[in-house]
């Protein structure tokens, strides 16, 4: 992408809700702290190692406090989208004159046959709308490519607030591992961290949002940028997790490359956030790429992977990646500090978003 169609895209609001919080701020807290709330399921079992004899393995997870674990339906998704997006608007003073002006564009799980009962089709992406009064949204869309989905959203959307299709918009990402079907699949393939399995993922559920606008729209709403996007990088990686090989860390460092080189120079990286589950393949692929860039990460000040308080979220790693790299910022002092976001889903695509501190110059 040419950097100047990202100098005037700020962030000016955020929000999420995770098992650790039910809102933005909550859940950065509780990831500051460490808090891990996994809990066995109520009724979902992991295979044992040996189903004639043993019998069934529990299944920790990381639910939401506020929905049963018993909705095995596309509802769970909608109870988690709605707060998330209540509490955006809350925070972004957007009036509803705007929304003929304003886009929402969400990540959902990847599709897959264990998803494919959920029907998360236009259908569902409506009734969301009808439910939070927001029918008169200029454009809605979805993507289903996961963690990356987030990413690919932006990459859309800085286009069409750059030429005024759009003034505003809420990006998103919506997610649940929590499905009866779901988990047995991915047990299947042993994805699911258990006691037979020690290489694998905690199932969690999450959503988070955030609205992205120029700096120029911003100023007019009267609203204060909270960061900027200062890049954005994308890969891929031809030695994917269904490959049965191992990474070779060349598509994330691709990624990583176009999100902090800009105009002839390589931005430093102070802090990094990144979807990281608990299976090695991801591990031993960023091993392998900060080998390749080991010069880019000489200032890193914190490396967080928040999986390992909320879980895997799926398609709503990317939003809540991004939006507690906003927070973090709101609390540093610098203004020279660039945050690294970095996602990567299952079919060897791969993603880095640098978000930075707003420049006095940003616009001009």
Partial sequence: MDASALNNIVITATSGVTAV??????????????????????????TPSDPEWDEDLPTYVATAPFISPFLNTSERLTLLAIPAITELFAKSKLKRSSLAKTGLFLALPVKDKSTESLALNDSWLNDLKKQ??????AISKVSSSGNIGVSLLINEVIGLLNN??????????????????????????????????????????????LMLETKANADKRNVTPLAQLSGIGQGS???????????????????????????????????????????????????????????????????????????????????????????????????????????ANDSGQRSALLVSNVSPNIGT
């Avoid at 933005?24 to 079992?45: D, R």
């Avoid at 003034?167 to 699949?185: K, M, N, P």
């Avoid at 393939?189 to 694998?200: C, E, F, M, P």
């Fill in 21 to 46: 919080g039910a809102d933005m701020q909550q859940t950065c807290a509780a990831i500051n702290a460490g808090i891990t709330p996994f809990v066995e399921h109520e009724y979902i079992t992991c």
């Fill in 132 to 137: 939070i009064g927001l029918s008169g949204l």
């Fill in 164 to 209: 005024g299709q759009l003034e505003q918009c809420i990006i998103g990402g919506v997610d649940s591992y929590l499905f009866a079907e779901r988990i047995a699949y991915l047990d299947q393939q042993w994805r699911i961290k258990s006691a037979r399995n020690v290489d694998g993922f905690i199932p969690g559920e999450g959503a988070a949002m």
């Fill in 237 to 343: 990686e031809e030695k994917h997790f269904f490959s049965q090989l191992s990474s070779n860390g060349q598509g994330l460092a691709s990624a990583i490359k176009g999100a902090v080189h800009k105009d002839g120079t390589t931005k430093q990286v102070s802090n990094i956030y990144c979807d990281f589950n608990g299976e090695s393949y991801y591990a031993n692929e960023w091993g392998l790429m900060q080998v390749r860039l080991a010069s880019i990460f000489n200032d890193v000040k914190a490396f967080n992977h928040p999986a390992d308080c909320y879980g895997n979220v799926g398609a709503a790693s990317g939003a809540l990646l991004l939006a507690s790299a906003v927070e973090n910022l709101q609390q540093e002092s610098a203004s020279n500090n660039n945050t690294l976001v970095v996602t």
